[in-house]
């Protein structure tokens, strides 16, 4: 079935440093990947997205790239501050939104 | 301009109950979906619905069930509770379905608050 497996599950960065989360897609239909941060107790908010016509796209300090052949994308976050610490998930869609497992980065001052 | 919105924001249930979530999307948009979140997961997705029809369903009993009203909003209703049934409840609202143009349509999720159930 459709599945997005996301690495790593946690990520400790010092503030200034980038940060990097990987995601891999099973269903070769997906044409949308969206990322959400996630702040306990709050409704996921989208960070960024991309489609597949494009193999990468930044804003400020984040970027996704996009690796159709290898089903893969990855989302980056330059300069990390500490307002950065959550937990980021990355979906893909095909039929359907698929979610990945989660990564909750924290960012130490 | 208003988000989504979901009410209630907390229900505590007990087992064998039912329960009704309801959910306000952002003006202009005409599809909700619905999403299962429990602690430490992702959203996993149960409906979407779009001009009032249901355009896709994920791998959840019969219990669970939804429907979009005239003007957009939606509810679900899960029968039966489970104690496994508790979680956070999410709705999400998009302009357009994908369906409808694949690549290019405006399908970007935006998710409301969410409603916490509690399953004792």
């Known amino acids: 079935g459709e599945n997005v497996e996301q690495h790593p599950s946690t990520l400790s960065v010092q503030e200034g440093d980038s940060a990097v989360i990987k995601c891999t897609y099973s269903?070769?239909?997906?044409?949308?990947f969206p990322w959400y941060k996630q702040e306990l107790g709050k409704r996921p908010q989208l960070i960024i997205d991309?489609?597949?016509?494009?193999g990468e796209k930044k804003d400020q300090r984040i970027a996704v790239t996009l690796n159709k052949t290898a089903k893969h994308f990855s989302l980056h976050i330059t300069e990390t501050q500490p307002e950065d610490s959550a937990v980021y998930f990355c979906?893909?869609?095909?039929?359907?939104?698929?979610f990945g497992q989660g990564t909750e980065l924290s960012v130490k001052p | 301009d208003a988000g989504v919105t979901q009410s209630p924001t907390h229900l505590i249930k007990t087992r064998g109950q039912h329960v009704t979530l309801r959910c306000s999307p952002i003006?202009?948009?005409?599809?909700v979906s619905w999403y299962q979140q429990v602690l430490g997961q992702g959203p996993q997705f149960i409906f979407q619905y779009y001009e009032k029809e249901e355009r896709g369903r994920g791998n959840f009993p019969d219990r669970f069930s939804a429907r979009q009203f005239p003007n957009y909003s939606s509810e679900l209703n899960v029968n039966a509770l489970l104690l496994g049934d508790s979680a956070l409840y999410l709705c999400?609202?998009?302009?357009?379905?994908?369906?409808?143009?694949?690549?290019?349509?405006?399908?970007?999720?935006?998710f409301g608050p969410g409603t916490r159930l509690t399953v004792l």
């Open positions: 991309i489609r597949s016509n494009v």
């Open positions: 979906a893909a869609r095909g039929g359907k939104l698929i």
């Open positions: 999400a609202s998009s302009q357009d379905w994908p369906g409808r143009g694949a690549l290019f349509s405006t399908d970007t999720q935006y």
């Open positions: 003006s202009g948009h005409k599809s």
């Open positions: 269903d070769s239909a997906s044409n949308y």
